[in-house]
Structures are given as C-alpha cells and as structure tokens.
T-cell receptor, first 113, second 116 residues
C-alpha cells in the first residue's frame, strides 16, 4: 500500500525566503514521486517528478526536490520565494507502473510581501 | 491538442437528481483517471481506465457512481441519486501507460458539483 504525508497544511514565508514543503511517503515498491501545484481556480500542474536516476530533481519556477530513500522523503524547496508561488502544493506517489497515484492532503503556501 | 478538457465546469443540482460529467483526455493518452477533491483535501482516486477497460475502482466509488470510456477516448462519470456528500470537485487526468509511461498525470480543470 502507498500513502503520502504532508507535514504542515499551511506554510507562510516572506518574499525572498527559503521555501520548504515536506513530504514523506510509504511504498512497498520503488516509487515514482511527484509535486503538483494548484493555483486558484486552475487544474493541478506538474512541478517536478522523480522516477529513476538522479535523486535531486529540478522542476519549473525554480523548485527542486530530493528523493531520500533512507528517510522516505521527497521535500520540495525553493531558495527564494516569490509572490507568484502562493498556491496549494500536493505531493503524490505512484508505483513505478503508474497504475495508481496517491496524493497528500496538500500544503497551502502563503508568501508575505 | 490543448490538454485535458472537462465539462461542465460547474453543476448545481438538487439532491436525488442524476448528473453526468465528461472528460476528454489528451488524444494520445491511453490512461484516464477520475479523482474527487473536497475542500482542504488532496485528490482522492476514484477509478481509472486503460483504453476502454476500467481496470480499478476505489471503494469510494459507491454503486451510485458509474464511469465509462466506451471507445477508449472520452469518458463519462455519472452520479445517480446525488447526495449532499457528493458535493466536490471531480478531476479527470490522463497519462501514457505501458512502455511509454512517463509516470505523469495531466489534469483537467475539474468539474465542480454542488448538491443542494
């Protein structure tokens, strides 16, 4: 069985500060891991994904995440927050067959000017 | 191709009525997924298709819910005898399966259902 836990349903950061959104997963098989972003009144968009290979993955808008198998984590970071980063962020895990995807409950990011 | 398309975007109905949502996936995608999202929650898996075959259904999908993908292209999700608890955003996503699997879901903007 697979599951995702996102610690912190709401995160606030100042503009220009580091963004850190936490995601821990549970999977009995090698996972595929994803971060999606949802802006108000829009569909979910893929930020980045880990499937195989390099454990540090870079995504759009300056975000990156590192797959740490020993910690079963896939935390999302961005060195410097921008006002446009304010959104809901979802971590997701799937089996490496991609048959089913499990999402976390989401983290709402607020950027304070 | 402009992505995954869902309609209607909004549906308000009275309890007990039937509603149907349609999803048009990205044309070359053979997998199609339905998710439900309620306020403050992440998307919850309902069901998925590979081509026209419905391969998996969640226990969340009660007998009042039925999904079809008759020709392996668009899909419909019907909810019969709607209840207030069915109020949610219904999300459709598509992906490439099999050897072309990139492990990525492409989402539509969702269909919001409000049951009065």
């Amino acid at each position: 069985a697979q599951s995702v836990t996102q610690l912190g349903s709401h995160v606030s950061v100042s503009e220009g500060a580091l963004v850190l959104l936490r995601c821990n997963y549970s999977s009995s098989v090698p996972p595929y891991l994803f971060w999606y972003v949802q802006y108000p009144n829009q569909g979910l968009q893929l930020l980045l994904k880990y499937t195989t290979g390099a454990t540090l993955v870079k995504g759009i808008n300056g975000f990156e995440a590192e797959f740490k198998k020993s910690e079963t984590s896939f935390h999302l970071t961005k060195p410097s927050a921008h006002m446009s980063d304010a959104a809901e962020y979802f971590c997701a895990v799937s089996e490496n067959t991609g048959n089913q995807f499990y999402f976390g409950t989401g983290t709402s990011l607020t950027v304070i000017p | 191709d402009t992505g995954v398309s869902q309609n209607p975007r909004h549906k308000i109905t009275k309890r007990g009525q039937n509603v149907t949502f349609r999803c048009d996936p990205i044309s070359e995608h053979n997998r199609l997924y339905w998710y439900r999202q309620t306020l403050g929650q992440g998307p919850e898996f309902l069901t998925y298709f590979q081509n026209e075959a419905q391969l998996e259904k969640s226990r969340l999908l009660s007998d009042r819910f039925s999904a079809e993908r008759p020709k392996g292209s668009f899909s419909t999700l019907e909810i019969q005898r709607t209840e207030q608890g069915d109020s949610a955003m219904y999300l459709c996503a598509s992906s490439l399966g099999g050897y072309a699997n990139t492990g990525e879901l492409f989402f539509g903007e969702g269909s919001r259902l409000t049951v009065l």
